[in-house]
């Protein structure tokens, strides 16, 4: 096997949150802080709203089936629980986003969170509606090896820099 035909590893792996101490051989940069919406069916007592304050979902349980108990979702879901008792069940299948809408426009009483940008299939019983005074948050961010020679972070790095606008 000579130099040439053993293939380099990725530049990045991913966006994600990053939390905690990191590893020394990883840097991260703030990429998006993405704010979170409620998902609910039209019958819902909070569908009829332009938007919905923190304070209306305080004592409130939000459906959020498959996050994973240590993953960086659940790690963002408790600090809102923490702030503003929003409960997280994440019990039920995930098969995919047309069945977890399909599950939300089914009921009167279930709400979920989703990110802004997240792509929703749209159906004409279900209503997104942003969450206000406070904005939560998911804190997108750029994970990266530190010692990386690829010329394709830099100009990431810079780009994503210019247009990072804290919360």
Not at 52 to 60: F, I, P, T, Y
Not at 93 to 119: A, C, N, W
Request: charged share 20%; glycine share 6%; with cysteine.
């Amino acid at each position: 096997m000579t130099a040439a035909s053993v293939r380099r590893p990725p530049s990045w792996e991913c966006f994600g949150r990053a939390t905690g101490p990191l590893h020394e051989a990883i840097e991260h940069t703030p990429a998006h802080p993405e704010p979170l919406h409620i998902l609910v069916s039209r019958r819902h007592r909070l569908a009829d709203r332009c938007r919905v304050q923190m304070s209306d979902l305080a004592g409130a349980t939000a459906w959020m089936p498959g996050n994973a108990r240590d993953s960086e979702w659940a790690g963002s879901y408790g600090f809102l629980n923490a702030g503003f008792a929003v409960d997280i069940d994440t019990s039920g299948p995930t098969f995919g986003m047309e069945h977890f809408v399909e599950r939300i426009s089914g009921s009167s009483d279930l709400r979920s969170f989703v990110d802004e940008k997240t792509r929703i299939p749209w159906h004409s019983d279900v209503a997104q509606i942003p969450i206000t005074e406070p904005t939560p948050v998911f804190p997108w961010s750029l994970p990266r090896r530190s010692q990386n020679g690829h010329p394709a972070p830099p100009p990431l790095i810079t780009h994503i820099k210019s247009r990072h606008r804290p919360p």
